[in-house]
């Protein structure tokens, strides 16, 4: 006996068995994402008072970057009408233009990944100064005429660091202030002056990385797993673009049923995403 | 897409071989095999030596409970040449040893032993038959899994000899203990373990969409929803547990992950201090998060564990009987509300977490509307032996004795529930008590009567009958003297974490109240677990032996039985049925007045 459904639909559920499990396997998914966004509200707010936001800094709202997130959103919105669109040109018989669109998704998805890991390497060169008098600035820094990179991810600055290295001075080229809603105050603060901090005067120095802060602690790991999932379904839409394109000739049933749960999953990644963006981009 | 996949890889197979014929080599028929019933025995092979060791993991810390500091005779010296004098000085069991034991013991029963013999074992082999499909929906990906599940037992296992030895912050790894209990290794047993379980949630996701699409879509014709066996009932339900259960746990686990790896603050809270200097994180996490994303898996996790067993009980109860079950319908809607509300009790693991008592209150609540299905379940098949004739075999002996001991199991639970009783019993020695008798004469009992019921279907072979009552009438015996001293051992205070037994507080220096008779009953404890060591060697016996010389199967039907996996030839062969089955009846359809015998097969037409 041959299993059956494998791409007819059974006649009582109205499914055929890859449409049932790609909704199952979203279910799973549902899950997985929103305990990670429920991890993130409770640890806003049951933080402690004056940790987050942080009373120095208004931290860590407002760090993101606004429009690159809007832009990214807009990118993802596009790849996800035009993974319909490709779904919809096979159902129209026209093989050659759902190869177009399945090629702009796939450009979209690595857009996506390009632009978010641009974001990524500025969060890692970005430092958070805490000073004995109370205050703290943000920004990029300069060691030894050097600024520390992405690829430097392991070799971060601490005080310690500095202290071992002999280092006395650094320089901070400091972010514009803001206010306690994370909005940038207006007056008397200029874009990316450029400051010299004795070694002596700072408490600690971290990156902007999960080390620093449980607020990038959640997005990275919110962001790295979404970016995961976009990278992978990517991979699979391509692979439908091009050498899984044969199966187009032999059964164009069962090739448009796997863009039609291929396309799912990618509808499911953009809504990660539409939830993502407000949630740690606004909030 | 799967079937004409599968003929590609036989192909390829036979191109390689340069034969002609159609049977896959070893590796396509035993190790990548996607056939429902090899990965079955796959699971069921590879649980059951988890099961072995992770018995073997508590005959130690018994010995030790009972001599603590006395060196361990024939392993003692073993443990200390593989895993170093840290560990085993002189063949004693430090405490580190002991912590990583109890941790490994937990989770390796759990997630590497009876969840598979249950749903992976048990479920594959099992199921499809039972619906009257050819195989799973979707066999590649049911391969998968019992890879993913195969490699996160290598890396629990594994973990053992990393410096620093295994993960040993229980099995429930606790933040922040879990994240400082060994700082000097960044990479440390908690960092395997974790890894080990991304795998194994892998694995069960797989299963689990798996499952529940197979039994979704793949019906026979006439198998409608109440025609299905309870069995499959139990996995169905079973299945959604472990897809919706698992993702938080999941997380739970990456975030743990970057706080041992990264360094972040997930789980750690401001102002930790670590033997005396402050712990150089930013802090701000929460070490309540961790336990509650814990027990919304582990809780759920408890039904995992249950749900099938009861399925296969009832089955092999229904055959054993004559009789059909009781109360079909409300077993299943039983099922069902286990299913919902498992979801919503979790935090009463948590009582003494000072998460405040108006949600101790909710979650009390809601564990007590929880044992109503249960009970009802229970009662069910009680009430189902009323009037039966009943056949006293292997299977039906392990079934039987499993409806008293999950009974005992699920009433010790009670006063676990209800906060005000809780706060005294919370980690101690009854805990331990109830949910082992839960989970070791409930769960493995229906294992047992699983493995002697099913064993003509999967090897055309019976088990011998003497042997297997031998093991049933030491199991039964042994289990009971080994847990049923821990409630007393609990009501009297003693707490589940102590490494020498309770010694440091039951000891002679013990202060007022203290009742050394808890001390004397951890070595009654102790020659048990061996006598239950003593029981099963007849089972091992009786398993390996029947394969090759046990009494022939005369029947494709050989307990008479009336569902649909006794309509196969036996062994099944790849597509299990020779014709399309079909369903005319429900699933129990024993000693209807009027037919010619005593059961009715689902498949029979007339």
């Given at each position: 006996m041959e299993i059956p459904y494998t791409y007819k639909p059974r006649p009582d559920t109205g499914l055929y068995n890859a449409k049932v499990g790609i909704w199952l396997f979203l279910a799973s998914e549902i899950m997985l994402f929103g305990a990670l966004f429920s991890a993130y509200i409770l640890l806003r707010v049951s933080a402690p008072a004056g940790f987050w936001p942080d009373l120095a800094l208004a931290w860590p709202r407002g760090l993101l970057n606004i429009p690159i997130g809007t832009f990214n959103t807009a990118v993802l919105i596009t790849s996800s009408v035009t993974v319909v669109l490709a779904w919809a040109a096979l159902k129209m018989n026209n093989f050659a233009r759902f190869r177009v669109y399945m090629v702009i998704t796939v450009v979209c998805a690595f857009a996506f990944l390009g632009i978010k890991s641009f974001e990524y390497n500025d969060k890692f060169s970005h430092y958070v100064v805490r000073l004995k008098d109370g205050k703290a600035v943000t920004g990029h820094i300069e060691v030894d005429g050097k600024h520390p990179r992405f690829w430097n991810f392991n070799d971060q600055w601490d005080v310690a660091k500095l202290a071992d290295k002999k280092i006395t001075q650094i320089k901070v080229e400091v972010d514009p202030e803001r206010d306690i809603h994370g909005h940038v105050k207006s007056h008397g603060s200029h874009a990316h002056e450029v400051r010299e901090i004795a070694v002596a005067d700072i408490v600690s120095l971290g990156s902007y990385t999960p080390a620093t802060h449980p607020f990038f602690a959640v997005y990275f790991l919110i962001t790295a797993l979404h970016g995961l999932h976009v990278l992978g379904g990517a991979l699979v839409l391509a692979y439908f673009a091009f050498p899984g394109a044969k199966m187009w000739k032999s059964n164009p049933e069962q090739f448009i049923n796997r863009i039609e749960v291929g396309g799912l999953f990618w509808h499911f990644v953009d809504l990660v995403w539409i939830f993502l963006f407000p949630v740690v981009y606004l909030l | 897409m799967q079937s004409s996949a599968s003929h590609a890889h036989t192909s390829a197979t036979e191109s390689s071989h340069g034969h002609a014929h159609h049977e896959p080599g070893f590796f396509g028929k035993y190790i990548f095999s996607t056939d429902h019933k090899v990965i079955g025995i796959q699971y069921g092979v590879s649980s059951l030596l988890f099961l072995l060791f992770g018995f073997f993991l508590m005959l130690v810390m018994r010995f030790q409970l009972a001599n603590p500091g006395k060196p361990i005779p024939i392993v003692g010296a073993l443990l200390e040449k593989v895993l170093g004098e840290d560990m085993a000085k002189g063949g004693i069991m430090g405490g580190d040893l002991y912590n990583s034991f109890g941790a490994m013991h937990g989770t390796i029963m759990v997630f590497l032993a009876i969840v598979p013999v249950l749903f992976g074992a048990f479920g594959n082999y099992v199921t499809p038959l039972q619906i009257g499909a050819p195989d799973m929906a979707f066999p590649r990906l049911n391969m998968a899994s019992f890879h993913c599940y195969f490699l996160g037992g290598v890396v629990m296992f594994a973990s053992f000899f990393t410096p620093g030895g295994a993960a040993r912050s229980g099995w429930t790894s606790y933040s922040p203990l879990a994240s400082i209990t060994d700082l000097a290794n960044r990479f440390d047993g908690q960092t395997y373990w974790l890894i080990g379980m991304v795998l194994l949630i892998t694995s069960s996701l797989l299963g689990s969409v798996n499952f529940i699409a197979t039994i979704i879509q793949l019906r026979c014709r006439g198998m409608s929803w109440m025609r299905m066996p309870f069995f499959v009932w139990a996995q169905f339900v079973t299945g959604f547990l472990l897809l919706l259960a698992f993702p938080p746990l999941e997380a739970a686990g990456l975030m743990q992950l970057m706080d041992n790896l990264?360094?972040?603050?997930?789980f750690l809270p401001q102002g930790l201090v670590v033997s005396g200097t402050p712990l150089p994180v930013s802090g701000g996490g929460s070490p309540l998060l961790w336990q509650h994303l814990f027990w919304f898996l582990g809780h759920p996790e408890v039904y995992v564990l249950i749900l099938p067993a009861i399925g296969i009980v009832a089955e092999v109860v229904s055959n054993n009987i004559r009789k059909p079950l009781w109360g079909y319908k409300s077993m299943v809607y039983a099922a069902m509300s286990i299913g919902f509300l498992s979801f919503i009790v979790w935090a009463h693991h948590m009582y003494l977490t000072g998460m405040g008592t108006k949600v101790a209150t909710f979650f009390q609540t809601t564990t007590m509307m929880i044992s109503i299905p249960s009970v009802i379940i229970l009662t069910a098949l009680f009430i189902s032996l009323w009037g039966g004739s009943i056949r006293f075999n292997s299977a039906s002996l392990f079934a039987l004795s499993f409806l008293p001991m999950f009974g005992i199991g699920g009433l010790t639970g009670l006063p676990l529930g209800f906060n005000a009783s809780d706060i005294f019993l919370h980690d101690s020695y009854y805990v331990i008590g109830h949910f082992h008798y839960v989970v070791a004469p409930g769960t493995m009992f229906a294992v047992f009567a699983g493995i002697y019921y099913w064993f003509p279907k999967i090897t055309g072979r019976h088990m011998n009958e003497l042997l297997g009552k031998l093991h049933w009438a030491g199991s039964l015996f042994f289990m009971n003297c080994v847990f049923a001293p821990m409630f007393i051992q609990g009501f009297k205070g003693m707490s589940r974490r102590m490494s020498d037994g309770g010694t440091t507080y039951f000891g002679p220096d013990a202060g007022i109240g203290a009742d050394p008779g808890v001390l004397s009953l951890n070595k009654m404890i102790f020659w048990c677990a061996i006598g239950l060591g003593i029981a099963q060697i007849p089972f091992i016996i009786n398993f390996f032996s029947s394969i090759f010389a046990?009494?022939?199967?005369?029947?494709?039907?050989p307990w008479q039985a009336t569902t649909l996996e006794w309509a196969t030839p036996t062994p099944p062969p790849h597509g299990n049925f020779l014709q399309e089955p079909v369903a005319y009846r429900g699933p129990y359809e024993y000693s209807?007045?009027?037919?010619?015998?005593?059961f009715t097969p689902q498949g029979d037409k007339n």
């Open positions: - | 990264f360094g972040s603050s997930f046990g009494k022939r199967a005369t029947s494709d039907n209807v007045p009027g037919a010619k015998t005593d």
